[in-house]
């Protein structure tokens, strides 16, 4: 799934920035799997206030 959505290739060069591309890829499929959910489960989302919090 990470493939079809972000590409196959690693543009870094480096060791540690291909580790860390393919880290921000499974992050960001990570979030968009959670986003879909929210949606298609129709879960309304609620975050705080930054009254409440301070």
Partial sequence: M???????RVRAKTHTAQVNE?????????LCCLVS?????????KF???ESVA
């Fill in 2 to 8: 990470i493939k079809a959505k972000f590409g196959a």
């Fill in 22 to 30: 393919v880290l921000a890829k499974v992050l960001c499929h990570n």
């Fill in 37 to 45: 959910a929210f949606f298609e489960l129709g879960i309304d989302a």
């Fill in 48 to 50: 705080w206030n930054i």
